[in-house]
């Protein structure tokens, strides 16, 4: 989970916020079932109309809020209710409750815990909490009591260390590692080899789990 600034929130959503919530629950409470959510589109800084979803993507950065695996890798992006829809249908349309979700952490459903980790809230880093392992799971290293039953109930609830997350990072982590420096050979100047480095080397932003790539940096 890597630490996020929440924008602000897209005014389409404020507005219509009251209306669609209200439409929510009468929906509700008519066929005793929980309804999908109709987002209305929303505009970015730039004005350009486009879904929930996307205007989320732009600001991760296209990755999960949760695990932080880039959504290129896990399906369809979605938005996550923190508090379900179903329990808390008042917070259905309420933006500081709403995160980008990659299709593994939705599996989380309904399950919920107010005590849970959010990416987007004060003083939250990752390694205040949690540490990635080579091998591709992760562990609570948080020294404080509260913090570390809050990062075990987030790894828990949001199943952090299934098997299929597991291999998905072992992967990227093999990927995506910044080569060992070699020694430039002869004929090869520096600028060449800046180039040579840069096309070897993704991003930050564009690394799967970032969390583990700065810790590798930090290192
Ligand atoms: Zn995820």
């Given at each position: 989970?890597?630490?996020?600034?929440?924008?602000?929130?897209?005014?389409?959503?404020?507005?219509?916020?009251?209306?669609?919530?209200?439409?929510?629950?009468?929906?509700?409470?008519?066929?005793?079932?929980?309804?999908?959510?109709?987002?209305?589109?929303?505009?970015?800084?730039?004005?350009?109309?486009?879904?929930?979803?996307?205007?989320?993507?732009?600001?991760?950065?296209?990755?999960?809020?949760?695990?932080?695996?880039?959504?290129?890798?896990?399906?369809?992006?979605t938005i996550?209710?923190?508090?379900?829809?179903?329990?808390?249908?008042?917070?259905?349309?309420?933006?500081?409750?709403?995160?980008?979700c990659?299709?593994?952490?939705q599996?989380?459903?309904?399950?919920?815990?107010?005590?849970?980790?959010?990416?987007?809230?004060?003083?939250?880093?990752?390694?205040?909490?949690?540490?990635?392992?080579?091998?591709?799971?992760?562990?609570?290293?948080?020294?404080?009591?509260?913090?570390?039953?809050?990062?075990?109930?987030?790894?828990?609830?949001?199943?952090?260390?299934?098997?299929?997350?597991?291999?998905?990072?072992?992967?990227?982590?093999?990927?995506?590692?910044?080569?060992?420096?070699?020694?430039?050979?002869?004929?090869?100047?520096?600028?060449?080899?800046?180039?040579?480095?840069?096309?070897?080397?993704?991003?930050?932003?564009?690394?799967?789990?970032?969390?583990?790539?700065?810790?590798?940096?930090?290192?």
């Amino acid at each position: 989970m890597h630490p996020w600034n929440r924008p602000q929130e897209p005014a389409e959503l404020r507005t219509q916020r009251a209306a669609l919530t209200r439409a929510f629950v009468k929906k509700r409470r008519a066929t005793g079932k929980t309804p999908r959510c109709k987002w209305p589109k929303v505009r970015n800084a730039t004005g350009e109309l486009m879904t929930l979803q996307k205007l989320l993507a732009e600001h991760t950065g296209r990755h999960c809020n949760y695990c932080d695996n880039l959504m290129d890798y896990t399906g369809p992006k979605t938005i996550d209710h923190f508090l379900p829809k179903s329990r808390f249908p008042c917070l259905v349309y309420v933006w500081s409750n709403l995160y980008l979700c990659c299709t593994y952490c939705q599996r989380k459903g309904t399950r919920y815990n107010k005590k849970a980790l959010r990416p987007d809230e004060l003083g939250y880093s990752f390694s205040r909490y949690f540490r990635y392992h080579r091998d591709g799971t992760m562990s609570v290293v948080a020294n404080d009591k509260t913090d570390q039953e809050r990062a075990e109930i987030t790894l828990r609830l949001l199943d952090l260390n299934d098997d299929e997350m597991v291999k998905d990072r072992r992967r990227a982590f093999m990927q995506h590692q910044v080569p060992r420096r070699r020694p430039l050979r002869a004929g090869l100047d520096s600028y060449t080899a800046s180039l040579r480095d840069a096309v070897q080397r993704p991003s930050f932003e564009d690394k799967p789990f970032r969390d583990f790539f700065s810790q590798e940096q930090e290192s």
